[in-house]
Protein backbone atom coordinates (compact mmCIF):
# COMPACT_ATOMS: atom_id res chain seq x y z
CA UNK A 1 0.00 0.00 0.00
CA UNK A 2 1.22 3.66 -0.76
CA UNK A 3 2.08 5.94 1.90
CA UNK A 4 -0.67 7.89 0.65
CA UNK A 5 -3.48 5.58 1.64
CA UNK A 6 -1.88 3.83 4.65
CA UNK A 7 -0.58 7.11 6.54
CA UNK A 8 -2.51 9.76 5.59
CA UNK A 9 -0.71 11.89 8.74
CA UNK A 10 2.72 11.21 7.76
CA UNK A 11 2.18 11.42 4.17
CA UNK A 12 0.60 15.20 4.89
CA UNK A 13 3.49 16.26 6.62
CA UNK A 14 5.95 14.70 3.74
CA UNK A 15 3.79 16.95 1.22
CA UNK A 16 4.18 20.03 3.71
CA UNK A 17 7.93 19.85 3.64
CA UNK A 18 8.06 19.03 -0.24
CA UNK A 19 6.08 22.57 -1.03
CA UNK A 20 8.70 23.96 1.35
CA UNK A 21 11.52 22.59 -0.47
CA UNK A 22 10.23 23.92 -3.80
CA UNK A 23 8.69 27.07 -2.99
CA UNK A 24 12.07 28.33 -0.91
CA UNK A 25 15.61 29.25 -1.71
CA UNK A 26 18.07 26.94 0.20
CA UNK A 27 20.86 28.59 1.35
CA UNK A 28 22.49 26.65 4.20
CA UNK A 29 25.76 25.72 2.75
CA UNK A 30 25.95 22.15 4.36
CA UNK A 31 22.53 20.77 2.52
CA UNK A 32 21.35 19.92 -1.18
CA UNK A 33 19.11 18.07 -3.32
CA UNK A 34 19.79 14.62 -4.12
CA UNK A 35 18.92 13.00 -7.67
CA UNK A 36 15.85 10.94 -8.18
CA UNK A 37 18.24 8.06 -8.33
CA UNK A 38 19.71 8.26 -5.31
CA UNK A 39 16.48 8.94 -3.77
CA UNK A 40 15.65 5.37 -5.15
CA UNK A 41 18.43 4.03 -3.76
CA UNK A 42 17.80 5.24 -0.31
CA UNK A 43 13.84 3.88 -0.35
CA UNK A 44 15.30 0.38 -1.31
CA UNK A 45 14.75 -3.06 0.43
CA UNK A 46 18.48 -2.49 1.44
CA UNK A 47 16.70 -1.67 4.57
CA UNK A 48 16.07 -4.84 5.32
CA UNK A 49 19.24 -5.93 5.82
CA UNK A 50 22.24 -6.60 8.64
CA UNK A 51 25.70 -6.64 7.73
CA UNK A 52 27.99 -6.16 10.61
CA UNK A 53 31.73 -6.78 9.38
CA UNK A 54 33.04 -6.14 5.81
CA UNK A 55 32.52 -7.39 2.29
CA UNK A 56 33.57 -11.13 2.52
CA UNK A 57 33.57 -11.37 6.28
CA UNK A 58 29.97 -10.42 7.55
CA UNK A 59 28.08 -12.16 10.69
CA UNK A 60 25.41 -12.78 9.25
CA UNK A 61 23.79 -14.41 6.35
CA UNK A 62 22.56 -13.68 3.09
CA UNK A 63 24.98 -10.46 2.49
CA UNK A 64 25.76 -11.52 -1.21
CA UNK A 65 24.63 -8.60 -2.66
CA UNK A 66 25.23 -5.90 0.31
CA UNK A 67 28.88 -7.29 -0.11
CA UNK A 68 28.43 -5.94 -4.18
CA UNK A 69 27.03 -3.30 -3.12
CA UNK A 70 29.65 -2.37 -0.56
CA UNK A 71 32.57 -3.51 -2.85
CA UNK A 72 31.10 -1.14 -5.64
CA UNK A 73 30.93 2.04 -2.62
CA UNK A 74 34.23 1.36 -1.77
CA UNK A 75 35.91 1.26 -5.29
CA UNK A 76 34.02 3.98 -6.71
CA UNK A 77 35.30 6.34 -3.66
CA UNK A 78 39.05 4.78 -4.17
CA UNK A 79 38.70 6.05 -7.71
CA UNK A 80 37.28 9.42 -7.20
CA UNK A 81 39.69 10.45 -4.41
CA UNK A 82 42.69 8.41 -5.97
CA UNK A 83 43.28 6.65 -2.45
CA UNK A 84 44.03 2.90 -2.08
CA UNK A 85 41.21 2.38 1.09
CA UNK A 86 37.64 3.96 1.28
CA UNK A 87 35.27 2.98 4.22
CA UNK A 88 31.70 3.90 3.39
CA UNK A 89 29.94 2.41 6.78
CA UNK A 90 29.95 5.70 9.15
CA UNK A 91 26.54 6.61 10.20
CA UNK A 92 27.24 10.01 9.52
CA UNK A 93 29.98 12.82 9.74
CA UNK A 94 30.33 12.97 13.24
CA UNK A 95 30.40 9.30 14.12
CA UNK A 96 33.11 9.21 10.82
CA UNK A 97 35.54 11.33 13.25
CA UNK A 98 35.22 9.65 16.00
CA UNK A 99 36.49 6.53 14.55
CA UNK A 100 39.20 8.14 13.51
CA UNK A 101 39.80 9.03 16.74
CA UNK A 102 39.61 5.46 18.36
CA UNK A 103 41.83 4.00 15.41
CA UNK A 104 44.79 6.76 16.07
CA UNK A 105 44.71 7.99 20.00
CA UNK A 106 44.08 7.18 23.37
CA UNK A 107 42.01 8.62 25.45
CA UNK A 108 43.44 11.62 26.95
CA UNK A 109 45.87 12.14 24.49
CA UNK A 110 46.41 16.05 23.32
CA UNK A 111 44.57 16.73 19.89
CA UNK A 112 43.91 19.85 17.61
CA UNK A 113 41.37 21.27 15.75
CA UNK A 114 39.70 24.96 14.72
CA UNK A 115 37.97 26.32 17.46
CA UNK A 116 34.05 26.35 17.08
CA UNK A 117 33.17 29.86 17.40
CA UNK A 118 36.41 30.26 15.09
CA UNK A 119 34.40 28.02 12.01
CA UNK A 120 35.62 24.63 13.16
CA UNK A 121 33.52 21.58 14.02
CA UNK A 122 32.21 19.80 17.26
CA UNK A 123 33.91 17.03 17.13
CA UNK A 124 37.23 18.44 16.11
CA UNK A 125 37.51 18.98 20.12
CA UNK A 126 35.60 21.77 21.16
CA UNK A 127 34.48 21.10 24.97
CA UNK A 128 30.43 20.10 24.69
CA UNK A 129 31.77 17.26 22.58
CA UNK A 130 32.70 13.89 23.71
CA UNK A 131 36.25 15.02 21.51
CA UNK A 132 36.57 17.40 24.09
CA UNK A 133 35.99 15.52 26.96
CA UNK A 134 38.19 12.58 26.17
CA UNK A 135 40.96 14.28 24.64
CA UNK A 136 42.93 17.28 25.46
CA UNK A 137 41.48 19.54 22.94
CA UNK A 138 43.73 22.25 22.24
CA UNK A 139 42.13 24.81 19.43
CA UNK A 140 43.53 27.18 16.80
CA UNK A 141 41.94 30.29 15.54
CA UNK A 142 41.32 32.25 12.83
CA UNK A 143 43.35 35.70 12.33
CA UNK A 144 41.47 39.04 12.48
CA UNK A 145 40.98 38.67 8.83
CA UNK A 146 39.51 35.85 9.11
CA UNK A 147 41.85 33.26 7.91
CA UNK A 148 43.12 30.16 9.31
CA UNK A 149 46.31 31.40 12.06
CA UNK A 150 49.27 29.04 10.79
CA UNK A 151 51.62 30.30 12.68
CA UNK A 152 49.47 30.35 15.77
CA UNK A 153 49.00 26.50 14.99
CA UNK A 154 52.93 25.76 14.22
CA UNK A 155 53.29 27.29 17.68
CA UNK A 156 50.86 25.36 19.27
CA UNK A 157 51.77 22.42 17.55
CA UNK A 158 55.36 22.56 18.71
CA UNK A 159 54.09 23.27 22.33
CA UNK A 160 51.61 20.94 22.85
CA UNK A 161 52.35 18.29 20.22
CA UNK A 162 49.10 17.07 19.75
CA UNK A 163 48.75 13.24 18.23
CA UNK A 164 46.09 14.35 16.19
CA UNK A 165 45.87 17.23 13.96
CA UNK A 166 42.36 18.48 12.33
CA UNK A 167 41.95 20.57 9.24
CA UNK A 168 38.53 21.14 7.72
CA UNK A 169 35.47 23.26 9.69
CA UNK A 170 31.60 23.80 8.84
CA UNK A 171 32.27 27.57 8.62
CA UNK A 172 35.03 28.72 6.91
CA UNK A 173 35.28 30.45 3.20
CA UNK A 174 39.04 30.46 2.23
CA UNK A 175 41.15 27.10 0.71
CA UNK A 176 42.31 24.79 3.33
CA UNK A 177 46.38 25.17 3.47
CA UNK A 178 46.16 21.67 3.63
CA UNK A 179 49.96 21.40 2.33
CA UNK A 180 51.40 23.55 5.79
CA UNK A 181 49.22 21.30 7.71
CA UNK A 182 51.02 18.47 6.34
CA UNK A 183 54.42 20.05 7.36
CA UNK A 184 53.27 20.88 10.59
CA UNK A 185 51.96 17.30 11.41
CA UNK A 186 55.31 15.72 9.97
CA UNK A 187 57.78 18.13 12.04
CA UNK A 188 55.53 16.25 15.35
CA UNK A 189 54.95 13.22 13.79
CA UNK A 190 51.24 13.91 14.51
CA UNK A 191 48.62 12.70 11.68
CA UNK A 192 46.98 14.78 9.72
CA UNK A 193 43.40 14.38 9.02
CA UNK A 194 41.66 16.72 6.87
CA UNK A 195 37.46 17.15 7.33
CA UNK A 196 36.37 17.63 4.15
CA UNK A 197 32.58 16.92 4.57
CA UNK A 198 31.77 20.61 3.17
CA UNK A 199 34.13 20.75 0.32
CA UNK A 200 34.19 17.22 -1.09
CA UNK A 201 32.19 17.94 -4.23
CA UNK A 202 34.16 20.20 -4.86
CA UNK A 203 37.55 18.18 -4.50
CA UNK A 204 36.10 16.06 -6.61
CA UNK A 205 35.33 18.67 -9.38
CA UNK A 206 38.95 19.97 -9.18
CA UNK A 207 37.23 23.52 -7.71
CA UNK A 208 39.52 23.38 -4.38
CA UNK A 209 42.61 21.65 -3.97
CA UNK A 210 42.34 17.95 -2.83
CA UNK A 211 43.88 16.94 0.69
CA UNK A 212 44.92 13.60 -0.74
CA UNK A 213 48.30 14.24 -1.17
CA UNK A 214 49.21 15.95 2.03
CA UNK A 215 46.74 13.91 4.70
CA UNK A 216 47.32 10.57 6.30
CA UNK A 217 43.29 9.87 6.56
CA UNK A 218 40.54 12.09 4.97
CA UNK A 219 36.89 12.07 6.29
CA UNK A 220 33.86 13.40 4.62
CA UNK A 221 29.71 13.63 4.91
CA UNK A 222 28.29 12.20 2.02
CA UNK A 223 25.28 14.57 1.46
CA UNK A 224 26.79 18.36 1.04
CA UNK A 225 28.51 19.13 -1.88
CA UNK A 226 28.76 15.51 -2.90
CA UNK A 227 24.74 15.74 -2.93
CA UNK A 228 24.15 11.68 -1.93
CA UNK A 229 22.23 10.40 1.26
CA UNK A 230 23.23 11.14 4.64
CA UNK A 231 26.25 9.25 5.63
CA UNK A 232 29.88 9.23 5.45
CA UNK A 233 33.29 7.76 4.11
CA UNK A 234 36.44 7.88 5.64
CA UNK A 235 39.59 7.31 3.17
CA UNK A 236 43.21 6.20 4.35
CA UNK A 237 45.57 7.68 1.55
CA UNK A 238 49.00 6.69 0.65
CA UNK A 239 50.48 8.78 2.94
CA UNK A 240 48.67 7.58 6.06
CA UNK A 241 49.67 4.00 5.04
CA UNK A 242 52.91 5.04 5.04
CA UNK A 243 52.77 6.42 8.39
CA UNK A 244 51.68 3.23 9.49
CA UNK A 245 50.57 0.12 7.17
CA UNK A 246 47.59 -0.76 9.96
CA UNK A 247 46.09 2.03 9.06
CA UNK A 248 43.27 1.03 7.37
CA UNK A 249 42.58 -2.41 9.43
CA UNK A 250 42.59 0.19 12.57
CA UNK A 251 39.88 2.79 10.66
CA UNK A 252 37.95 0.20 10.15
CA UNK A 253 37.77 -2.13 13.51
CA UNK A 254 37.19 1.44 14.79
CA UNK A 255 33.73 1.62 12.70
CA UNK A 256 32.79 -2.17 13.38
CA UNK A 257 32.96 -3.14 16.04
CA UNK A 258 34.76 -0.41 17.46
CA UNK A 259 31.80 1.95 17.16
CA UNK A 260 28.83 0.78 15.07
CA UNK A 261 26.80 -1.89 14.91
CA UNK A 262 25.65 -2.61 11.17
CA UNK A 263 25.78 -0.37 8.40
CA UNK A 264 23.09 0.94 6.75
CA UNK A 265 22.91 -0.44 3.37
CA UNK A 266 20.52 1.58 1.73
CA UNK A 267 22.54 4.23 2.45
CA UNK A 268 25.91 2.67 1.27
CA UNK A 269 23.66 1.62 -1.91
CA UNK A 270 22.63 5.33 -2.75
CA UNK A 271 26.63 6.59 -2.12
CA UNK A 272 27.52 4.08 -4.32
CA UNK A 273 25.00 5.84 -6.76
CA UNK A 274 26.12 9.26 -6.13
CA UNK A 275 29.36 8.32 -5.79
CA UNK A 276 28.13 7.12 -9.78
CA UNK A 277 27.26 10.79 -10.81
CA UNK A 278 30.26 12.63 -8.91
CA UNK A 279 32.04 10.63 -11.73
CA UNK A 280 30.26 11.84 -14.66
CA UNK A 281 31.46 15.24 -16.41
CA UNK A 282 28.52 16.82 -15.19
CA UNK A 283 29.56 16.83 -11.95
CA UNK A 284 33.01 18.43 -12.50
CA UNK A 285 31.16 21.47 -14.22
CA UNK A 286 28.55 21.76 -11.37
CA UNK A 287 31.35 22.07 -8.44
CA UNK A 288 33.00 24.75 -10.58
CA UNK A 289 29.25 26.84 -10.83
CA UNK A 290 28.77 26.11 -7.22
CA UNK A 291 32.15 28.66 -6.79
CA UNK A 292 30.80 30.54 -9.59
CA UNK A 293 28.00 31.09 -7.69
CA UNK A 294 29.22 31.87 -4.62
CA UNK A 295 31.63 34.58 -5.17
CA UNK A 296 28.08 36.22 -7.61
CA UNK A 297 26.43 36.22 -4.38
CA UNK A 298 29.26 37.36 -2.23
CA UNK A 299 29.64 40.04 -4.61
CA UNK A 300 26.32 40.96 -4.76
CA UNK A 301 25.94 41.41 -1.28
CA UNK A 302 29.20 43.44 -0.58
CA UNK A 303 27.47 45.43 -3.20
CA UNK A 304 25.05 46.38 -1.47
CA UNK A 305 27.31 47.23 1.90
CA UNK A 306 27.10 43.71 3.50
CA UNK A 307 30.45 43.15 5.68
CA UNK A 308 31.40 39.64 5.17
CA UNK A 309 34.17 37.61 6.65
CA UNK A 310 37.02 37.74 4.61
CA UNK A 311 35.58 39.87 2.22
CA UNK A 312 34.55 37.21 0.34
CA UNK A 313 34.74 33.58 -0.53
CA UNK A 314 36.81 30.82 -2.46
CA UNK A 315 34.53 28.13 -2.00
CA UNK A 316 30.52 27.05 -1.48
CA UNK A 317 29.79 29.66 1.54
CA UNK A 318 29.93 33.03 2.77
CA UNK A 319 29.56 34.55 6.51
CA UNK A 320 27.81 37.80 6.94
CA UNK A 321 28.99 39.56 9.57
CA UNK A 322 26.16 41.71 10.72
CA UNK A 323 28.18 43.14 13.79
CA UNK A 324 27.97 46.73 12.19
CA UNK A 325 24.10 46.97 13.18
CA UNK A 326 24.86 45.36 16.50
CA UNK A 327 25.88 42.06 18.33
CA UNK A 328 23.87 39.10 18.25
CA UNK A 329 21.66 40.37 14.90
CA UNK A 330 22.26 36.66 13.16
CA UNK A 331 18.84 35.37 14.67
CA UNK A 332 16.81 38.31 13.20
CA UNK A 333 18.21 37.89 10.08
CA UNK A 334 17.54 34.19 9.76
CA UNK A 335 14.00 34.77 11.17
CA UNK A 336 13.20 37.71 8.80
CA UNK A 337 14.95 35.57 5.83
CA UNK A 338 12.64 31.96 6.69
CA UNK A 339 9.55 34.33 6.80
CA UNK A 340 10.30 35.22 2.75
CA UNK A 341 11.53 31.46 2.04
CA UNK A 342 15.12 31.69 2.12
CA UNK A 343 16.71 29.56 4.31
CA UNK A 344 19.95 30.15 5.53
CA UNK A 345 21.21 29.12 9.43
CA UNK A 346 22.20 32.30 11.96
CA UNK A 347 26.42 31.33 12.72
CA UNK A 348 29.36 32.91 14.86
CA UNK A 349 31.63 35.19 13.23
CA UNK A 350 35.79 34.62 14.27
CA UNK A 351 35.85 37.05 17.48
CA UNK A 352 32.36 36.73 17.94
CA UNK A 353 30.75 39.52 20.46
CA UNK A 354 27.77 37.71 21.57
CA UNK A 355 27.21 33.77 21.86
CA UNK A 356 26.38 30.58 19.61
CA UNK A 357 22.74 31.04 20.52
CA UNK A 358 22.65 34.44 19.42
CA UNK A 359 25.42 34.86 17.27
CA UNK A 360 26.19 38.28 14.77
CA UNK A 361 26.87 36.34 11.55
CA UNK A 362 24.84 34.37 9.16
CA UNK A 363 26.27 31.69 6.83
CA UNK A 364 24.78 31.04 2.98
CA UNK A 365 26.32 29.01 0.70
CA UNK A 366 25.26 27.68 -3.03
CA UNK A 367 25.37 24.37 -3.11
CA UNK A 368 21.66 24.06 -3.07
CA UNK A 369 21.04 26.49 -5.44
CA UNK A 370 23.12 25.43 -7.91
CA UNK A 371 21.86 21.70 -8.36
CA UNK A 372 18.38 23.63 -9.16
CA UNK A 373 20.05 25.51 -11.77
CA UNK A 374 20.25 28.60 -10.47
CA UNK A 375 23.13 30.81 -12.17
CA UNK A 376 24.94 34.04 -11.24
CA UNK A 377 22.09 36.09 -12.88
CA UNK A 378 19.71 34.38 -9.83
CA UNK A 379 22.34 34.74 -7.08
CA UNK A 380 22.27 38.90 -7.86
CA UNK A 381 18.14 38.15 -7.68
CA UNK A 382 18.78 36.44 -4.48
CA UNK A 383 21.18 39.01 -2.71
CA UNK A 384 19.16 42.27 -3.89
CA UNK A 385 16.27 40.06 -1.45
CA UNK A 386 18.81 39.30 1.20
CA UNK A 387 18.99 43.25 1.26
CA UNK A 388 15.46 44.12 0.68
CA UNK A 389 14.78 41.87 4.15
CA UNK A 390 17.65 43.36 5.83
CA UNK A 391 16.40 47.00 5.38
CA UNK A 392 13.07 45.97 7.08
CA UNK A 393 14.29 44.42 10.01
CA UNK A 394 17.09 47.33 10.59
CA UNK A 395 15.72 48.42 13.70
CA UNK A 396 15.67 45.04 15.60
CA UNK A 397 18.62 44.97 18.15
CA UNK A 398 19.28 41.97 20.62
CA UNK A 399 18.65 43.20 23.92
CA UNK A 400 21.83 43.06 26.79
CA UNK A 401 19.54 42.02 29.51
CA UNK A 402 19.31 38.02 28.94
CA UNK A 403 16.31 37.64 30.59
CA UNK A 404 14.61 39.93 27.62
CA UNK A 405 16.09 37.96 24.60
CA UNK A 406 13.21 35.45 24.15
CA UNK A 407 10.59 37.84 24.73
CA UNK A 408 11.91 39.91 22.50
CA UNK A 409 12.34 37.38 19.80
CA UNK A 410 9.06 36.44 20.00
CA UNK A 411 7.68 39.58 19.19
CA UNK A 412 9.83 40.09 16.12
CA UNK A 413 8.28 36.81 15.18
CA UNK A 414 5.24 38.29 15.47
CA UNK A 415 5.97 41.44 13.82
CA UNK A 416 7.61 39.68 10.85
CA UNK A 417 4.76 37.40 10.64
CA UNK A 418 2.23 40.58 9.98
CA UNK A 419 4.94 42.65 7.82
CA UNK A 420 3.23 43.14 4.70
CA UNK A 421 6.70 44.16 2.65
CA UNK A 422 7.75 40.49 3.88
CA UNK A 423 5.02 39.10 2.59
CA UNK A 424 5.05 40.52 -1.13
CA UNK A 425 8.51 38.98 -1.01
CA UNK A 426 7.38 35.99 0.28
CA UNK A 427 4.84 35.89 -2.67
CA UNK A 428 8.01 36.94 -5.04
CA UNK A 429 10.24 34.25 -3.86
CA UNK A 430 8.30 31.44 -4.09
CA UNK A 431 7.22 32.45 -7.83
CA UNK A 432 10.84 32.24 -8.78
CA UNK A 433 11.74 29.19 -7.09
CA UNK A 434 8.48 27.34 -9.12
CA UNK A 435 10.56 27.89 -11.86
CA UNK A 436 13.46 25.98 -10.75
CA UNK A 437 12.27 21.94 -10.10
CA UNK A 438 13.60 20.05 -7.28
CA UNK A 439 14.55 16.76 -7.75
CA UNK A 440 11.90 14.26 -6.64
CA UNK A 441 9.54 16.81 -5.04
CA UNK A 442 7.00 17.38 -8.35
N1 LIG B 1 25.72 20.43 10.52
C1 LIG B 1 26.86 20.57 9.65
C2 LIG B 1 26.89 21.89 8.98
O1 LIG B 1 25.83 22.48 8.81
O2 LIG B 1 27.94 22.37 8.61
C3 LIG B 1 28.13 20.27 10.32
O3 LIG B 1 28.05 19.06 10.96
Redesign the pocket.
Known amino acids: MQLRDQDSEVFRILEAERRRQREGVEL ?3 ENYVSEAVLEAMGTIFTNKYSEGYPGRRYYGGNEHVDEIERLAQTRAKQLFSVPHANVQPYS ?1 SPANLAVYLATCQPGDIIMGQNLPDGG ?1 LTHGWKVSATGTYYRSVPYHVKADGYIDVDEVWRLAREHRPRLIWCGA ?1 AYVREFPFEKFAEIAEEISAFFVADI ?2 IAGLVIAGAHKSPVPYAHVVTTTTHKTLRGPRGAMILVTQRGLDKDDELAERIDRAIFPGLQGGPHDHTTAAIAVALGEAMQPAFKEYGHRVVANSKALAGGLMKRGFKLVTNGTDNHMMLMDLTPGGPGRGVFMQEALDRVGITV ?1 KNTIPGEPSSPFYPSGVRLGTPAATTRGMREQEMERIASWIALVAEEVEASKLPDDSKARSPAIKSFRQAIEQNRRLASLRNEVREFCLKFPVPGTT
Do not use: L, R, V
Open positions: IPSGHTAHN
